[in-house]
């Protein structure tokens, strides 16, 4: 089960940095043959992947996104986090935490999602 | 990488069949075998239908079926109910340790 906990407020303003962090219960997480990954949806729109990251550290990310994306994993916490930085009204979405079978394979289990809002 | 292309509605009536495509490249869709289907209700996180171009997840009732030929993959919904209204996404992987979507489809059950 993933649980999704927001760092901070639903608005952003221009320029500042998401952060979002997703905690996992049961005995996958410390499996390596998942990865753990983050899909944002802007409002009305379709889903993007953002990047997604191994029990193990390895870390990949959507090429359009990579410059300013960093997922990192925290293992002794079960919890995997995403920060976005410099955002802008394109940021607006909805952000999900996932469960992956493997980098571009699937998803099987999703967190709750959660609006963020970039808004001066 | 471009997203897939989808049809942005498809409808049927209640007991029919319905086949909602997502046309991809040979470097994604055509390339491997790593292409899933969402099904999203308003306001809900997308659920896993098809994996691996035709797996079901344990509990997706049979109804649902995935299929590819050459660039384009198809899922099927058969015996529509009225729960089967949703939006359907596909994903695909292209390589290069990437992941897309395709752009959704509205799924109207008449």
């Known amino acids: 089960q993933l649980q999704l906990q927001k760092s901070g407020p639903g608005l952003l303003k221009p320029s500042e940095t998401l952060s979002l962090t997703c905690s996992v219960s049961g005995d996958s997480f410390s499996s390596n043959r998942y990865d753990w990954g983050w899909i944002r949806q802007p409002p009305g729109k379709g889903l993007e992947w953002m990047g997604s990251?191994?029990?193990?550290?390895?870390?990949y990310y959507n090429p359009s996104l990579k410059s300013r994306v960093t997922i990192s994993i925290d293992t002794s916490k079960n919890q995997f986090s995403l920060n976005l930085n410099s955002v802008t009204a394109a940021d607006t979405a909805v952000y999900y935490c996932?469960?992956?079978?493997?980098?571009?394979?699937?998803?099987?289990?999703w967190g709750q999602g959660t609006l963020l809002i970039v808004s001066s | 990488q471009s997203a897939l292309t989808q049809p942005p509605s498809a409808s049927g009536s209640p007991g029919q069949s319905v086949t909602i495509s997502c046309t991809g490249t040979s470097s994604d869709v055509g390339a491997y075998n790593y292409v899933s289907w969402y099904q999203q209700h308003p306001g809900k996180a997308p659920k896993l239908i098809i994996y691996?171009?035709?797996k079901r997840p344990s509990g997706v009732p049979d109804r649902f079926s995935g299929s590819k030929s050459g660039n384009t993959a198809s899922l099927t919904v058969s015996g529509l109910q009225a729960e089967d209204e949703a939006q359907y996404y596909c994903?695909?992987?292209?390589?290069?340790?990437?992941?897309?979507f395709g752009g959704g489809t509205k799924l109207t059950v008449l």
């Open positions: 994903s695909a992987y292209p390589g290069n340790d990437n992941l897309i």
């Open positions: 691996e171009v035709r």
């Open positions: 996932a469960r992956g079978g493997a980098i571009g394979a699937y998803f099987d289990s």
């Open positions: 990251i191994y029990y193990s550290g390895s870390v």
